[in-house]
């Protein structure tokens, strides 16, 4: 089947992810020509736009070739140690402070795999970074700012490969259908642009929502998950028409896609300036969902260690439909993982992770990272915040 056909038949609008959405994620995921960066804008519904689409789509694709099953579960001690940990984290975001201004600072990026006779690596590419601050109240300002990152090495592994190749300054990978070069080089931070900008007026509404209210969100999980996180929520996030009758195929490839987009809607809420409490409850709602499953620690992109949660795994699988070559067809199974910073409970990055390799990663092992949004920096300010002139670090 078509992919974007079944996007379109199975999560149609009204309701997430739109039209302009869905062309968002598959740039997100692996559609080549530079996009215009957009604003990051919070929802209730679906936290950041431009983070929450593209794993909200890529849960949409992916589930078109989900097979049944799921991870393996820890020995039922390490559960507990895992599980723990996260609450143990939850409870260092309640103590956060606030401020006057709320930043973000966002990178996103794509793996690809690079196939030289001097050996096997992983690169990074289709990667870019968003730095949005906003005030507190209204007329304190808001401002957006967006640069591409260069293509490069996904660990020090594969940086050593990559020199044993001859250290190329760009790569030449296959892209969604068609190959396409991407350079190991960055641009400047802009701040020009229909989607990028500074608003010295703009400033206190957050995810659609005043302060106030936000502070109002309540803080007792039970609330929170079935505000965010029921059957219901994720019927509306899918999509799915009410009323409307699936065959079992589709309805458990819905079953399937809720663990990885309650763990993509979460993270999309907590990257903006939610109370400490309720990102707190935010937290412990998520780990207490059926399919999702406290996984001790994890490291992100930007090589920073955390404490994890995890959804169930499942198969995806990439054909030769539209020219892919041999070595990007096959099957490989993933999951979609939450890293949390173990001392500020703050999130550090939404990652899809490979579990069982084949297909385009039979060379990789399981924990590769397919596809990432990684939080550089969140949190609020006396101050105005500035982009970093340096470039993120990563692993």
């Known amino acids: 089947m078509d992919e974007v056909r079944m996007v379109r038949d199975f999560y149609p609008e009204p309701g997430p ?30 936290g950041l736009v431009a983070v929450g689409a593209a794993t909200a789509v890529a849960i949409a694709l992916a589930g078109g070739n989900t097979t049944g099953g799921g991870t393996t579960p820890a020995p039922p001690g390490r559960v507990n140690l895992d599980a723990r940990a996260v609450l143990a984290a939850a409870e260092k975001a309640e103590q956060q402070p606030t401020g006057n201004y709320w930043h973000i600072d966002v990178v996103q990026g794509q793996s690809y795999i690079m196939r030289p006779s001097t050996g096997t690596y992983a690169i990074t590419a289709a990667a870019d970074e968003t730095f949005n601050w906003s005030g507190a109240k209204p007329g304190m300002g808001e401002a957006y ?25 760009s790569f030449r990978v296959w892209s969604n259908d068609h190959y396409y070069t991407y350079p190991a080089k960055a641009t400047k931070w802009s701040a020009s642009g229909p989607n990028v900008g500074i608003d010295p007026h703009g400033g206190g509404d957050y995810m659609g929502k005043s302060v106030k209210d936000l502070q109002n969100l309540p803080t007792d999980p039970a609330k929170l998950a079935a505000m965010f996180l029921s059957e219901t929520e994720m019927d509306k996030a899918l999509g799915r028409r009410p009323g409307r009758k699936l065959s079992p195929e589709m309805e458990q490839r819905l079953r399937q896609a809720a663990p990885k987009l309650k763990i993509q809607k979460v993270a999309g809420i907590l ?16 780990a207490a969902q059926p399919g999702i499953h406290a996984i001790g620690h994890d490291t992100d992109p930007l ?3 955390g404490i ?6 499942s198969g995806a699988t990439a054909t030769g439909e539209y020219g892919a070559p041999k070595a990007e067809q096959g099957t490989y199974r993933w999951r979609v993982v ?20 084949g297909g385009p990663y039979s060379e990789m092992k399981p924990g590769f990272v397919i596809e990432y949004q990684a939080y550089r920096s969140t949190g609020w300010t006396d101050a105005k915040p500035t982009p970093s002139a340096e470039l993120p670090s990563f692993g």
């Open 303 to 305: 090589g920073r260690r």
């Open 17 to 46: 992810p739109t039209a302009r959405e869905i062309a968002r994620a598959k740039a997100l995921l692996s559609e080549p020509p530079r996009r215009t960066l957009l604003r990051l804008r919070w929802g209730l519904g679906g």
């Open 338 to 357: 939450i890293v949390f910073d173990e001392h500020t409970g703050a999130v550090l990055s939404r990652q899809d992770e490979l579990t069982q390799p």
């Open 271 to 286: 990257s903006g300036p939610v109370q400490p409490k309720a990102r707190a409850g935010l937290m412990r709602a998520l």
């Open 308 to 313: 994890a949660l995890a959804s169930d795994d």
């Open 145 to 169: 700012y967006g640069r591409d990152l260069p293509a490069h090495p996904l660990t020090k592994q594969d940086a050593a490969l990559w020199r044993k190749a001859g250290s190329p300054s």
